[in-house]
C-alpha cells in the first residue's frame, strides 16, 4: 500500500496575514468554499501522489542532495487571485512574487522526482499558497471584491529554509500532513 505524498515548503502566516485570512473567510461565508486550515498552509514544490514506500528512502536521499546546494532565502508574499480564472474559478491564492532561488529549488526537485520514475509536471511552475477550493458561487461580486481589495497587497515575507517531504492521509474533516523528512537549505548564496 503506498502513501500520498508531496514535497513542500511551510508556511506560517503572520498576524496580519491570520487576520486578512479570517476576514476573507466572513465576507465569502455564503459561498461554498472548503477553506484550508491555518496549520496546514504550505508551498507545494511537488505532488508525488500514491508512491510506493520503498521509494521513500531515495526520495529522502535526492531531497537531502538538492538542498545542500541552495542557499536560504526569502519569499514575498503578494497579491491574491483564482484558478483558472474569475469565470470559472476553482482555487483562491495567495500569490508569491518570483524568487530565482525557490523556482531553481522546484524545477531541481522536479527533474530529481521525475529520474525516479514520477510523471513530469505539465503546468508551469506558479508558486502560491492555496486558501481554499471553491465549490461553488452564489455571488461572485463578493469574490470580485476580495481580489480588488488584495490585488496588489502585500501580505508577508516567508522564510524559506527548509524543504519538507509529507505525507497527505484524506479525511472527512480535512486532510493530515505528517512531515517524512525535513531538509535544510544549506547551500551558499552566490
Same mark, same amino acid.
Given at each position: 500500500?503506498?502513501?500520498?505524498?508531496?514535497?513542500?515548503?511551510?508556511?506560517? @502566516?503572520?498576524?496580519?496575514?491570520?487576520?486578512?485570512? /479570517?476576514?476573507?473567510?466572513?465576507?465569502?461565508?455564503?459561498?461554498?468554499?472548503?477553506? =484550508?486550515?491555518?496549520?496546514?498552509? /504550505?508551498?507545494?514544490?511537488?505532488?508525488?501522489?500514491?508512491?510506493?514506500?520503498?521509494?521513500?528512502?531515495?526520495?529522502?536521499?535526492? !531531497?537531502?542532495?538538492i538542498t545542500r546546494a541552495f542557499p536560504p532565502t526569502r519569499l514575498k508574499m503578494k497579491s491574491m487571485g483564482v484558478f483558472p480564472?474569475?469565470? *470559472?474559478?476553482?482555487?483562491?491564492?495567495?500569490?508569491?512574487?518570483?524568487?530565482? =532561488?525557490?523556482?531553481?529549488?522546484?524545477?531541481?526537485?522536479?527533474?530529481?522526482?521525475?529520474?525516479?520514475?514520477f510523471e513530469p509536471e505539465e503546468r508551469e511552475f506558479k508558486p502560491h499558497i492555496t486558501l481554499g477550493r471553491i465549490k461553488y458561487? *452564489?455571488?461572485?461580486?463578493?469574490?470580485?471584491?476580495? !481580489?480588488?481589495?488584495?490585488?496588489?497587497?502585500?501580505?508577508?515575507?516567508?522564510?524559506?529554509?527548509? =524543504?519538507?517531504?509529507?505525507?497527505?492521509?484524506?479525511?472527512?474533516?480535512?486532510?493530515?500532513?505528517?512531515?517524512?523528512?525535513? @531538509?535544510?537549505?544549506?547551500?551558499?548564496?552566490?
Open positions: 500500500m503506498g502513501k500520498r505524498l508531496f514535497i513542500a515548503i511551510k508556511v506560517k @502566516f503572520d498576524e496580519d496575514t491570520s487576520k486578512a485570512f /479570517h476576514y476573507i473567510k466572513s465576507q465569502l461565508e455564503r459561498e461554498k468554499i472548503k477553506w =484550508v486550515d491555518p496549520h496546514n498552509v /504550505h508551498l507545494t514544490l511537488k505532488f508525488l501522489g500514491d508512491t510506493d514506500g520503498e521509494l521513500i528512502d531515495d526520495i529522502k536521499q535526492n !531531497l537531502a542532495n480564472g474569475l469565470h *470559472r474559478p476553482r482555487v483562491l491564492w495567495l500569490g508569491l512574487e518570483h524568487d530565482p =532561488v525557490v523556482w531553481q529549488l522546484a524545477r531541481t526537485i522536479e527533474e530529481a522526482m521525475t529520474s525516479l520514475g458561487l *452564489r455571488d461572485r461580486k463578493s469574490l470580485q471584491h476580495m !481580489l480588488d481589495r488584495y490585488n496588489d497587497h502585500f501580505f508577508q515575507d516567508i522564510p524559506v529554509d527548509e =524543504v519538507i517531504l509529507y505525507e497527505s492521509q484524506l479525511q472527512p474533516s480535512g486532510p493530515i500532513y505528517t512531515p517524512l523528512g525535513r @531538509f535544510q537549505l544549506t547551500g551558499q548564496g552566490g
